[in-house]
């Protein structure tokens, strides 16, 4: 169990592409997307993961996070029961200054749209943003990836 704090933006270009050191695909989908209580089956990979998560402090930076490896079989069992809409992407991982950018590149109902997050020590930690970063947009519900599951970025007014 830990308390999970980080900040998200948009990001503006895919110049972080040739900065990543690391890429996976991710399938996800939501047993439960209340925001009490979000529980995430994940296949990353070739790997299995159930998360459970928290309602996020006043300015959604912080929330807890209980997190566990399970079988990859059982993972895709899991989905298949799933509340309906499923969340496709490749996590890119970045290096950039004394901090790690998590970049999601969203697929499917949710194409055209990228984010990045950023883990923190502290919320008032600094941030040093690499320039191919747009707005922050962390305590936005509508990017928490249990609501792009319910209304995808294809579907929102722009």
Same mark, same amino acid.
Request: with cysteine.
């Given at each position: 169990?830990?308390?999970?704090?980080?900040?998200?933006? &948009?990001?503006?270009? $895919?110049?972080?592409?040739?900065?990543?050191?690391? %890429?996976?695909?991710?399938? %996800?989908?939501?047993?439960?997307?209340?925001?009490?209580?979000?529980?995430?089956?994940?296949?990353? +990979?070739? *790997?299995?993961? @159930?998360?459970?998560?928290?309602?996020?402090?006043?300015?959604?930076?912080?929330?807890?996070?209980?997190?566990?490896?399970?079988? &990859?079989?059982?993972?895709?069992? @899991?989905?298949?029961?799933?509340? /309906?809409?499923?969340?496709?992407?490749?996590?890119?991982?970045?290096?950039?200054?004394?901090?790690?950018?998590?970049?999601?590149?969203?697929? +499917?109902?949710?194409?055209?749209? *990228?984010?990045?997050?950023?883990? @923190? $020590?502290?919320? %008032?930690?600094?941030?040093?943003? /690499?320039?191919? &970063?747009?707005?922050?947009?962390? +305590? $936005?519900?509508?990017?928490?990836?249990?609501? @792009?599951?319910?209304?995808?970025? *294809?579907?929102?007014?722009?």
């Amino acid at each position: 169990m830990s308390l999970e704090i980080e900040r998200k933006y &948009l990001v503006k270009d $895919d110049s972080y592409k040739a900065l990543a050191y690391k %890429q996976t695909r991710i399938i %996800q989908g939501y047993l439960s997307s209340v925001p009490e209580r979000t529980v995430r089956v994940r296949i990353k +990979g070739e *790997t299995g993961i @159930l998360t459970i998560k928290g309602i996020g402090s006043a300015s959604g930076a912080s929330r807890f996070e209980w997190e566990q490896e399970i079988p &990859l079989e059982e993972a895709k069992s @899991l989905l298949e029961i799933c509340e /309906p809409g499923v969340i496709d992407k490749t996590r890119y991982l970045v290096k950039f200054a004394e901090h790690t950018y998590e970049v999601d590149e969203f697929y +499917g109902d949710n194409d055209g749209l *990228t984010v990045a997050e950023v883990e @923190l $020590d502290s919320e %008032q930690q600094t941030v040093v943003k /690499p320039t191919w &970063l747009a707005e922050e947009v962390t +305590g $936005d519900v509508r990017y928490y990836n249990s609501m @792009l599951m319910k209304t995808p970025f *294809t579907r929102w007014d722009k």
